[in-house]
């Protein structure tokens, strides 16, 4: 057997990260006709599978780019290469086409969509605190008698994450930003997430029962 197609079966099985490099390789002596046709099979399967997995990756890749704008684009990258630290083949052999690394990038996958959930979500709850602010005609950070239970440490953090120094309430009541600074986005950990629904809960309250005392008037 020659032994570029040695080489390029070898190398194909490393892409692939197959255990067995030198599976079926050792053909008894036949005819060349019959070893030569044994061998372009062989190749022709791995290529084969190459082509498959590598379709595979690149849309799981498409797939991770997708929460980029929700989740930043240093995220994703730190996901990417996440899942393939540990199974790094050599540049030599190229892109890695392993299955593990096509489970570790479909478990990224799986991880960043919960993440851009709970980005989602806290998305809501800050646009509802900044129009509750507006609807109650408070200011930020406005304490209320039970200082305890208004959860207003948050409103400074929910200020930097829309990129606002302060707001003001006008006249009419909407509310409106006085001046701009670099916006330090909030993480959707459990912490922030409880922290801003605890606010807009708090906030609708009092919304709530504002609008029933005028309903009794």
Aim: aromatic letters at 6%; charged letters at 20%.
């Amino acid at each position: 057997m020659r032994y570029s197609y040695a080489q390029q079966i070898s190398t194909l099985r490393i892409r692939l990260r197959h255990l067995n490099l030198e599976a079926e390789l050792q053909i008894p002596n036949k005819a060349l006709v019959p070893k030569h046709k044994r061998i372009q099979t062989i190749i022709h399967n791995l290529s084969q599978t190459k082509f498959n997995r590598k379709i595979q990756v690149e849309n799981l890749l498409k797939r991770l780019e997708k929460f980029s704008p929700i989740l930043g684009q240093q995220f994703i990258q730190d996901a990417i290469t996440k899942s393939n630290q540990s199974l790094r083949i050599g540049q030599m052999f190229g892109a890695n086409l392993s299955l593990e690394y096509i489970a570790c990038l479909e478990q990224q996958a799986v991880q960043c969509q919960l993440e851009s959930r709970r980005g989602q979500v806290l998305h809501e709850h800050i646009h509802e605190i900044f129009n509750l602010w507006g609807h109650l005609g408070i200011l930020p950070a406005t304490p209320s008698a039970n200082l305890a239970a208004d959860h207003l440490d948050i409103d400074p953090v929910v200020l930097a994450h829309l990129g606002f120094k302060d707001v003001a309430v006008t006249v009419n009541g909407d509310i409106k930003p006085i001046g701009h600074c670099d916006s330090v986005k909030m993480l959707p950990t459990t912490s922030n997430l409880k922290q801003a629904k605890a606010r807009q809960l708090w906030l609708d309250s009092k919304r709530q029962k504002r609008e029933e005392l005028i309903q009794t008037c």
